[in-house]
Every structure is written in C-alpha cells, then in structure tokens.
C-alpha cells in the first residue's frame, strides 16, 4: 500500500520475484481490461482518467479470480490492492473462505512534495496534475482509512520509508518481513 507514486509497482515486482511467487497490481490488470473494446474496459477507463477508484465490486471480482489461479499456491503480492475498507472486508472473506492468512501488509510512505515531482515526470495518461490532486485525496480519504482498520485487527502493518535507492528500500522492505 502507500499513495500513487510511493513505488508500489517497483518494489511490488522485486518483493514478488525475491520470495518466487506471482505479483498482481489490480492497476495493471485494470490498464489491460481497457485496451479491451468493451463497455466494461470503456467504463473502467473513465475512473482511472478521472484519478477515481474503480469500483469496489469489480475489484473483487478480479481479487477474486485471481486468488485461484495455480500459481498462487506459493504465496502472493498484491500491489494496488485493498484500497477501500470495503475491498479489505472482501479480501478477509476471499482468505477466510480459503484457509489462508495475511503475512504483513506493506504501507509504503513518501510525502506529498516527493510524489507531485516523481508522477509529475512519469505521464501516464492519469499523471495529470489535476488528476493527481485527486488521487491523493481519494488515497487519504478511502485508503489511509484501509491501514487503520488492518491495525485494529492486529495485522501487522510494515511501514517502511520510501525515498532512497530501489535497492535499499527493497532490502527495508524484506528485512521487515515477518519470518
Ligand atoms: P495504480 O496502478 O495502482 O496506481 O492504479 C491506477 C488506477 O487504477 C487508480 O487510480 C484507480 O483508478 C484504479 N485502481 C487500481 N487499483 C484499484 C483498487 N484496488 N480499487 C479501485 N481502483 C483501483
């Protein structure tokens, strides 16, 4: 977890490829169902233009595909993924339903000032500067809230500091990992 341009991608994939299990950004799997000449990739397109979150009951439903492929027999990273109380409450339930438990959730902090300069160089179609705006504010209003409710359940949440060399923030990130 952590605010639009935190790293998620990057450390998501070397955290995925450092403990050998697949790694899935629901931001990813979102970009692809848009390329898609569908109502559907058409509708999510509209959301991540507008710096908007998609809605909870299409994430959930990509979660949840997902979670039964083979190749999460191992273990997996979700990048991107819960972002709303209500995805967290569904990730719960798609876990509880298969006997499987949350090791740790990474909460990736960069301040404000860092990302407006890192996205503001990236351009993606939704690194506007408008649309960034917003994605900072739905991230603290709908995800922020996402951390707390985690603390209150006991889960143990990694926070590790997010500006500093890929390489350091990655060994951060894999020495806070419980054992
Ligand atoms: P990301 O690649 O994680 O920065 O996500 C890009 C955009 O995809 C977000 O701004 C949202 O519009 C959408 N998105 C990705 N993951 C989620 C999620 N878990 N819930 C809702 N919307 C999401």
Redesign the pocket.
Known sequence: MGP?GAG??TQGELLAQSLGVPRY????I??EACEEDSELGREVGR??DA????P?TV?LGIVGEVVDRPETAGGFVF??????VV?ARGLEELLEERDLHLDAVIDLRVDAQEIQARLGARGRS?DGEETIQR?LD?YRAQTKPVLDWFAERGIEILEIHGVGSIEEIQRHIVESLPR
């Open positions: 639009p998620k991608g950004s629901t931001g990813d979102l970009r959301f991540i710096g908007e979150l998609v909870d994430i990048d991107g993924f819960p972002r709303t995805q939704d994605r739905v």
